[in-house]
């Protein structure tokens, strides 16, 4: 057997690695657009990213979305079992029209994945967005023995011939106007995370109500072939709303304001009960191919999993069905000590010193690349807390145009969660930087930092209030 089939699967390429967190933290090339703009077709910037932050919040804008999220469409009459079975979310209500979070945990309660479910009519369901996730529920659909049929539609660079839908999201204070002028029929009202069929220039096409922002955003979705026409419709009719393009820098930035914490590290590489699923992933899956970085390090890749709780998603968690994970969080429920997410708001001196060390005599610290400072898949900043006590881990950092701050979304413990509380950001890699192409030499810096809330931005608190 020579090398090249050793590292068919995940578990051949880890048994091959003598520590498989270093060759995350040191070997890989992100799978991820975000992380790798050539990627995608889409620009980084229309225009210029800090106006495109701007219109959500002030007027609209559309993003493209239709390249860089992985799909599965499943069809048959366990679909409905499956998801619910794998899902930590309540399926109670859940009906065709629907869409909601959809969560999936490994045995221990850890985090494997998340994407976005649409319900279709009976029988019939489209996964949108979240890799892991997706993976997870393919592999138990061919290895549970149930009566369910799928397809997938990969990212545009995995796939260049997957062209099954267009994919626009459009959101700000005047995302409503435009959609109610494009679309030609009366829609009803759409409630939030429910969607419903719409014409536009002729075309059927699916909305959700659905939005990063705080406003009546929208995700419109239909067959690739009318992307153009449909495009080019919602810009004519958003010409008098001062309607942006979004780029793909834009895109991802939104995270910052919005809490939304992606793509952490599946928690799929060291229990017991998932050697069979490692050996079932290639070698050029998504899981085989994180990307780890930031100023935290673990031999242990255990210390890089995180609970639903440590997302702040305790109230999406339903006990009222049996699901993969359950009495393992249903022990987490109860512990008072457990770990919640927050925004940190960095210190704007600090901010100015990491910039100033780019022209200066002393050392250059790690560079802010703005509007996305997160240079790798799995970013995991040390968060420490006056005291210099490890207290938690920021991952996704960024800046905000419409808040005028560099944020930065952490999971750190509870008891340093309260909004004020004063925290550290151990900034950069050790040792001047990992051998990742992206890092270049530097010398880590402790930047200060106050807590916030999660989401950051006001408009997205109000948003998530009223749709619960």
């Known amino acids: 057997m020579n090398s090249t089939e050793r590292l068919m699967t995940l578990q051949n390429l880890m048994d091959s690695k003598e520590n498989i967190a270093d060759y995350f933290y040191h070997e890989t090339l992100a799978p991820h657009v975000k992380d790798r703009g050539g990627l995608t077709p889409v620009p980084t910037e229309f225009t210029n990213w800090f106006e495109e932050q701007r219109a959500w919040r002030e007027s609209a804008i559309l993003f493209d979305q239709s390249h860089h999220m992985p799909e599965l469409f499943l069809k048959g009459p366990d679909a409905f079992s499956l998801l619910n079975y794998i899902g930590i979310n309540s399926f109670e209500n859940f009906r065709p029209g629907k869409a909601k979070q959809f969560v999936g945990c490994n045995h221990q309660g850890q985090i494997i ?258 509007p996305m400072a997160s240079y790798s898949f799995q970013q995991n900043d040390e968060v420490r807390n006056l005291k210099g006590e490890l207290v938690g881990l920021s991952n996704f950092c960024g800046y905000s145009a419409n808040e005028k701050e560099v944020l930065s979304l952490a999971i750190i413990d509870i008891e340093h969660a309260p909004p004020g509380t004063e925290v550290s950001v151990l900034w950069g890699e050790s040792n001047g930087g990992s051998r990742k192409p992206q890092v270049e030499p530097h010398t880590q810096m402790h930047v200060r930092a106050i807590v916030a809330p999660a989401p950051y931005a006001k408009s997205v608190q109000a948003m998530k209030r009223s749709s619960l």
Request: aromatic content about 14%.
């Open 113 to 370: 994945g998340e994407c976005v479910v649409y319900y279709h009519e009976d029988e019939s369901f489209e996964l949108i967005s979240g890799m892991h996730l997706l993976n997870w529920v393919q592999y138990n659909i061919e290895t549970g023995g149930y009566d369910v049929t799928f397809e997938r539609d990969q990212p545009t660079y995995m796939n260049p011939n997957g062209r099954r839908k267009f994919r626009f999201g459009m959101d700000g204070p005047n995302a409503e106007k435009i959609f109610r002028e494009v679309i030609e029929e009366d829609v009803p009202e759409i409630p939030f995370f429910n969607f419903a069929r719409a014409k536009i220039a002729g075309i059927d096409v699916h909305a959700l109500r659905h939005g990063m922002a705080g406003h009546k955003g929208v995700e419109l979705s239909g067959p690739y072939e009318h992307m153009e026409t449909v495009r080019a419709a919602i810009l004519k009719a958003g010409e008098k709303y001062a309607l942006r393009r979004g780029g793909t820098a834009t895109y991802f930035s939104a995270i910052a304001e919005s809490g939304w914490m992606p793509y952490p590290l599946p928690a799929i590489y060291t229990s017991e009960e998932l050697s069979r699923y490692r050996e079932w992933l290639p070698a050029s899956s998504w899981e085989a191919n994180s990307q780890l970085g930031g100023s935290f390090y673990s031999d242990n890749l255990e210390d890089y999993y995180v609970t639903p709780y440590d997302m702040g998603y305790d109230r999406i968690i339903k006990f009222d069905h049996d699901f993969i994970g359950r009495a393992a969080l249903e022990r987490l429920s109860g512990n008072p000590s457990r770990r919640t997410n927050v925004t940190l708001v960095w210190n704007k001196d600090d901010v100015a010193t990491i910039f100033a060390s780019l022209v200066g005599t002393g050392p250059v610290f790690k560079h802010l690349k703005l």
